[in-house]
């Protein structure tokens, strides 16, 4: 199918590591949902207030330090929140760091406390400056 992403989603990943925003801009050419960047690099403001809000578990996000972004699905110009959604855009992101050779974590995956918009480089290959 193929999409782009708009110019409010290129700048939130003009801090991202150049890694997972190579991913990313492959992914939504890739990706059979349009989906939006909603959020790259952090403050540690607004990590606080996502953890006090209980949106996040941990003041040592990689959201902090350029390693992870979140992706909101798009349906009708509008974000959706359906889960299959977010499996989807996970495979073309998946597809698009195997075909770059950039190892990425997907948030869907984790066991517990699932984050289906949440992608990252692993600390093991990208330890955080």
Same mark, same amino acid.
């Given at each position: 199918?193929?999409?782009? &992403?708009?110019?409010?989603s290129r700048?939130?990943?003009?801090r991202v590591? @150049?890694? &997972? ?5 492959r992914? /939504?050419?890739?990706?059979?949902v349009d989906? $939006?960047v909603?959020?790259?690099?952090r403050t540690k403001?607004r990590q606080?207030? &996502?953890?006090a809000?209980g949106a996040?578990r941990t ?8 390693h992870a972004v979140?992706?909101g699905?798009l349906?009708g110009? $509008? /974000? @959706? ?7 989807k /855009?996970a495979?073309?992101m998946?597809?698009a760091?195997?075909?770059?050779a950039?190892p990425i ?5 984790w ?8 992608f990252? &480089?692993?600390?093991?290959a990208?330890?955080?400056p």
């Amino acid at each position: 199918m193929g999409f782009e &992403l708009g110019s409010a989603s290129r700048g939130r990943l003009a801090r991202v590591h @150049a890694d &997972l925003r190579r991913v990313v801009e492959r992914a /939504i050419a890739m990706s059979d949902v349009d989906f $939006r960047v909603l959020e790259g690099v952090r403050t540690k403001a607004r990590q606080r207030a &996502l953890v006090a809000a209980g949106a996040s578990r941990t003041m040592n996000s990689r959201h902090l330090t350029g390693h992870a972004v979140d992706l909101g699905a798009l349906v009708g110009g $509008r /974000i @959706a929140w359906d889960w299959p959604l977010y499996a989807k /855009i996970a495979d073309a992101m998946k597809r698009a760091a195997h075909e770059l050779a950039v190892p990425i974590a997907w948030g869907g995956d984790w066991p517990r406390f699932r984050d289906g918009p949440h992608f990252e &480089l692993p600390r093991a290959a990208y330890p955080a400056p």
